[in-house]
């Protein structure tokens, strides 16, 4: 639910961890005579602010064994037939901030036929966004993204998209498909644990309001809900599966096409909880008495819709920027919910999801009705917490509350103390693991 307001986030690239040493090794020429040398795979990562193209491996003809990056200029041009982008975000030069040698999927190597180039990044850097919010469109689209990788010494240029990795994201199933009473078709994205010689849990994301369509690479890139799949989080559930449901339009559509806060009900619950039934009934594999739902702003509000439509499926919930007013929960759901555990996060100052008629009523609500295993990671404000940004310093848009939950940062509660399991403090999926229903 970001609509216009994020017209003028666009996200951008980041630091890789490929950064591995301050200075370069001494230049050894780029072989000559090769012609074909122009085409590039574009490696694009999923960052707290979105997805960024972070590196680009250039395909070369002969074996080198060094670079340098001083001898690099990369230019780039962003466009979309959906919209007109403003110039100074049309086109413009990249920085390369470092030249190594790699295999062709850009993992470094002693020699090869494959160089990478690092890019700049960072969250204001406009021209490194493969991605483009569009209000007409009522989302995010991917954009056509054009390098143009130069050679200074030689003259060479490298301006073919011959290949794309999505690290994490390449590891999902990303064409599930599921139609429910013939009229409302949702896809999907789904990622199996490898371990398969037990019982998994399954982390449920449904995403915001502007990730709604048919791609469902979308909603796992431009909220970084392929973090889900990282070896961090993994390792703390012992293997999960992950299932990304994606809305055709928007998941608080109610039936005029308008949005809803909870006073209407949606369209879309009953497909979706019949996608979610579907999807367990063909992976025996997942542990029933651990199936997680969360999701942000829109997938926040339809989180909270499947606890409160049943309350005994869920063993927690995880909900960021939440968008289904308190207002419109009557004191019976509320008792039917004030079991089942939950963790909130929204920053204060939130102008999208107002948290003073969202999620704190309700917190509230639920704390005066004894529960007893619901979280609150009320903020300030959204900030770099991986501080390459700026750290605490750097501001993000007050709605971004679910970086904090992608990133396995929130600890707190609505008071600020420790949130703490079995009498040691935890993060948010820390906790999320331990719950069983």
């Known amino acids: ?22 200075g370069e090794p001494p230049r050894e020429p780029l072989p000559s005579g090769n012609e074909d040398a122009g085409e590039y795979t574009l490696i694009v990562e999923g ?23 001083s001898e690099y200029e990369v230019s780039v041009k962003r466009s979309t037939e959906q ?31 494959f160089l990478t180039l690092l890019l700049a990044i960072g969250p204001n850097m406009v021209l490194a ?27 060479k240029v490298w301006d073919k998209e011959a290949n794309r990795i999505l690290p994490l994201v390449n590891e999902f199933d990303l064409n599930g498909k599921y139609t429910h009473n013939a009229d409302i078709s949702l896809s999907y994205a789904s990622f199996k644990p490898k371990t398969s010689n037990k019982k ?12 709604g369509g048919t791609d469902t690479t979308i909603p796992l890139m431009a909220n970084r809900a392929a973090n889900y799949a990282s ?39 009953e497909a979706l909880m019949g996608l979610i039934k579907k999807y367990v009934a063909d992976h025996p594999q997942i542990d029933t008495d651990r199936i997680y739902v969360g999701g942000c702003s829109n997938g926040g509000y339809m989180s909270l819709k499947l606890i409160l439509l049943y309350p005994d ?34 920053s204060k100052d939130d102008p999208v999801t107002l948290p003073d008629e969202t999620v704190v009523p309700l917190y509230k609500r639920l704390m005066e009705a004894n529960a007893q295993n619901v979280h609150f990671s009320y903020y300030d404000n959204v900030v770099d917490i991986t501080g390459f940004f700026g750290g605490p310093n750097y501001r993000y848009h007050g709605h ?3 970086i904090y939950s992608h990133a396995n940062h929130a600890d707190f509660d609505f008071q600020g103390n420790p949130v703490l399991w079995e009498g040691k403090p935890v993060t948010i999926m820390e906790w999320m693991a331990a719950q069983r229903k």
């Open 231 to 269: 070896d961090e989080i993994q390792s703390l559930f012992g293997g999960a599966y992950v299932l990304v449901p994606q809305s055709p339009t928007f998941w608080m559509q109610s039936a005029s096409g308008e949005y809803t806060r909870g006073k209407e009900n949606d369209i879309y619950n």
């Open 313 to 346: 499926y869920f063993a927690a919930g995880y909900i960021s920027a939440l968008a289904y007013h308190s207002q419109f929960i009557t004191d019976e759901q509320l008792q039917k919910i004030k079991d089942v555990p939950m963790w909130f996060l929204h």
């Open 400 to 402: 971004f509350s679910w």
């Open 1 to 22: 639910m970001k609509k216009s307001i994020l017209n003028s986030i666009i996200w951008v690239l980041v630091i890789a961890p490929i950064l591995l040493s301050s």
């Open 47 to 69: 960052y707290d602010w979105g997805p960024a193209a972070s590196r680009v491996v250039l395909s070369l003809n002969e074996t080198i064994s060094s670079a340098n990056s």
């Open 83 to 113: 919209a007109q982008i403003p110039n100074e975000m049309a086109s413009g030069q990249r920085t390369v901030q470092y030249a190594y040698v790699s295999d062709k999927n850009g993992h470094r190597v002693a020699e090869g036929k």
């Open 200 to 211: 998994s849990p399954l982390i449920i994301w449904l995403h915001g309001g502007g990730e």
């Open 129 to 155: 966004s493969p991605m483009q919010y569009i209000p007409s469109a009522r989302g995010n689209v991917w954009i056509d993204y054009q390098l143009a990788i130069t050679h200074t010494e030689t003259g």
